[in-house]
């Protein structure tokens, strides 16, 4: 499948591995209230979102299209969670080995589990299930 293929990504949706300085991109009412629950977004499910290759080992990429945030914690192994900080909403975005951090006020979350490793999030990233398809990254 190549990148031109229907349900692909288009590079543009795609971010690389640098940070996510999208505090007021998020959402209109970062900092106030808490994030709506996250769910896969209409129309993606079961189809390929992102590449293997888009995915850095140690590190992740944010599909800003549909607030996802894939990691690939070790070789081989891929995670999806939303984007959305569960503290006020924030994308998180920043990458550092083991962790994505939020740029709004600094929680960081594992990159395997989602789970908070440090606040004031007192939440993990929502895990969205995936499968590989080949070399497509698939929500299901
Ligand atoms: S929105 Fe506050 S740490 Fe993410």
């Not at 591995?17 to 994030?35: D, F, M, N, S, Y």
């Not at 850095?56 to 900080?85: H, R, Y």
């Amino acid at each position: 499948m190549t990148s031109n293929s229907p349900g692909m990504p288009t590079r543009r949706q795609v971010l690389g591995t640098a940070g996510v300085a999208a505090c007021g991109v998020a959402l209109a009412g970062c900092g106030v209230g808490v994030p709506p629950e996250p769910v896969v977004p209409p129309g993606i499910k079961g189809k390929v979102i992102a590449k293997t290759s888009d995915v850095p080992v140690g590190g992740g990429t944010v599909i800003m299209d549909w607030k996802i945030i894939l990691t690939q914690p070790s070789e081989g192994v891929f995670k999806a969670f939303t984007a959305n900080c569960p503290h006020k909403g924030c994308l998180v975005g920043r990458f550092s080995e083991k962790a994505v951090e939020c740029p709004c006020h600094g929680s960081t979350f594992a990159l395997d589990t989602g789970a908070c490793l440090g606040g004031p999030a007192g939440a993990p990233l929502k895990e969205f299930p995936l499968r590989l398809d080949g070399d497509g990254i698939v929500l299901v």
